[in-house]
């Protein structure tokens, strides 16, 4: 089922959230147009997670369309770390939507939408929301969930829909060379120099972490 | 806003589904994964869709996940004709899932899903479906909705949750050339060969109509 499940399409958005003056930004790819009159779009967001709580309280969100251009940043800061502990935009410059919720400014556009209904749907529940404000902000290419994973090397938060552990445990490689993993995102490094060799500011391609965020994979 | 909604990324599938005896087809973009214990999926259908009015009957559906290799017949027989008139799968090989739903053998896999809820979302209603069966038929790349606009020239029926008008009115050619717009799908000819030079057995690119099928479009 993991296979045919994976054949599916996603895009690649940032969900940002304001409920009682905390805010929030996570990283999400069930973003979807599911009716026209009115317009409205649907989000599954998992209940282990921060922002699933506040659009719950808040009844709001705003979708930021990330491009292929994003920086890697964004994923470590947004996509791998929870808002229950720490401040996700602490020295980091913002928008705000009509409805107080955050967006990012590097996104291609927003969408701004008021939470029509709620589904339980399981480990996740699906927001439907009527869109109230959209706003363009550049052109650029949609950045794709596959792009992500392909082009991006980037891996899959465990609260995504689509998250298998599979996704987490590449082959092994031929050689002997050790292997160290991301603590952050989880990110392995495999390339042919040892991992012992890279500069002692080398990051994370996926998530920005610094070297010393890795560890060995057992 | 229809500018911000159009850089929302979707895959490209066709939806079966069989209620009392019978089975019809259609072309949607609507369909993600939204939970993953359990598998859930959901999908997006017009009021005014055949499908539409099965699924709510039947509560069960398939998605075919349709690749970048797809028969361009299949975009004419499933997506732009309605299964009120005719019966789509005269003279058409497909397959049956376990619910008896059709799905097409073409397809990179099949995921067929059991209603679990259904949401009056205005234009359309999102159904939710539970995962109970997938199969897996071929490998390849899955074809995205851009791709099928963009590479395929495919044009967009106007039940998609994501139609817009505008998208059947390209810019008017330069040349005085009449244009030709395809009754079938709404491809509009304006290549630089007047098309009453085509030969007689031009097909329509899109969904493989007849000549006979084009009307001047004035």
Redesign the interface.
């Known amino acids: ?1 993991r ?3 994976g ?6 958005y940032a969900l940002g959230v304001e409920a009682g003056g905390r805010k929030n930004m996570c990283i999400v790819n ?13 989000v ?1 967001l998992s209940k282990n997670n921060f922002s699933h709580d506040l659009v719950k309280e808040a009844k709001k969100f705003s979708i930021s ?1 990330l491009d292929q251009e994003t920086d890697r940043e964004i994923f470590g800061r947004m996509g791998f770390s929870s808002g229950k502990d720490k401040d996700k935009f602490e020295d980091f410059p913002y928008g705000e939507d009509e409805l107080k919720n955050p967006y990012l400014n590097q996104a ?4 701004s939408a008021k939470v ?2 709620m ?1 339980d ?4 529940t ?1 927001f ?1 929301g009527e ?1 109230v404000q ?3 902000l550049k052109e650029g290419t ?1 950045l ?3 792009y992500y994973k392909q082009v991006k090397k980037g891996t899959v938060p465990k609260n ?4 298998a552990a599979a996704t987490e445990e590449p082959k092994k490689q031929e050689s002997a060379t050790k292997r160290y993993r991301c603590a952050v995102c989880g990110y392995i490094y495999q390339e042919n120099l040892p991992f012992e060799q890279l500069a002692e500011d080398y990051k994370c391609p996926v998530c920005n972490a610094s070297k010393a965020a890795f560890k060995t994979v057992e």
Chains 1, 2 share one sequence.
Not at 7 to 12: A, R, V
Not at 108 to 111: A, D, N, P, R
């Open positions: 089922m296979k045919v499940l054949n599916l399409t996603y895009g690649l069930t973003a979807i147009q599911v009716s026209s009159e009115p317009a409205k779009i649907t599954a369309i291609l556009g927003v969408l029509t209904d589904v749907v399981g480990s996740h699906l439907v869109v959209a706003i363009a949609p794709t969930y596959t995504a829909p689509t998250y």
